[in-house]
């Protein structure tokens, strides 16, 4: 029979390497927040959303005219996703849209908690790299069937993009039609003719075809969810569990953590562990 002895040595050994691991990580993060710091003389732009989408308008046109997802999904997305650029995700790397690493991937990280400590972000050399990466990143099979759709029609991507597994949140395509109809993006969408239809399908699809094979290393982020991690219960809660924050509940419900603190009454940004919370 082992010893108390020996269960504690181990449980110390644990502790010891899991702190080193925090540690790596946090040493990564500071290196590179010290790069963006440099690129950008330490003085970032603070962004509205206003001036969110005057910023980033442009490049959501461009993808849209590429791959046919409509500009106004894409702002509302990186709106959402980013909350207006202001997250350390987009201020240090780049990534409005909550892209994980993957296996293929061969940039460099960001590491910051969502699913499970430290998770893999993809840190990109500008924002204009994120947006082409979030193109990217929905030209996959169970996506497909959207790039079908006339890429002026946001409600029906809106719709799609739940049904076909990108939020767990039901109220996620409410959460992008209203950021829409709000800000008026669907005034960047614009229609294409049947002949620029075919045309942008046929190239569309071909990128997706040649993606099957790889998707598994292209799009399965390199952690999964910790095996603790409960399901959202039929009443619309959610019980906290070890290593949550409300950071990422609310990122895995597609909410705000303002949102979050709203539905629950919140006034701190504290939690604990087997505290029932409001997701929906």
Known sequence: MRSYHHYLLIAAILVFFSSCGTRKFSKNNKKIEKEANKANNNNYKSYNTLSYIDEFKGVAIEEMNSAGIPASITLAQGILESGSGNSDLAKYANNHFGIKC?????????????????????????????????????????????????????????????????????????????????????????????????????????EINKNIPQEKAKFTPVETPPAGAKPILADGTYTVVKGDTLY?????????VDELKMLNEMTTETIKIGQTLKVK
Request: overall charge positive.
């Open 248 to 256: 990422n509940i609310a990122k895995r419900f597609n909410l705000t």
């Open 102 to 206: 993957t296996s293929d991937w061969k940039g460099k990280n960001y590491f910051r908690d969502d699913d499970q400590k430290n998770d893999c972000f993809r840190v990109y050399k500008d924002a204009r790299e994120s947006f082409r990466d979030h193109s990217e990143f929905l030209k996959r099979k169970r996506y497909s069937f959207l790039f079908q759709l006339d890429k002026n029609d946001y409600k029906s991507w809106a719709q799609g993009l739940k049904t076909a597994g990108y939020a767990t949140n039901p109220k996620y395509p409410d959460l992008l039609i209203n950021t829409i109809e709000k800000y008026q993006l669907y005034q960047y969408d614009q229609p294409e003719s049947e002949k620029q239809k075919i045309a942008r399908e046929d190239r569309v699809f071909s």
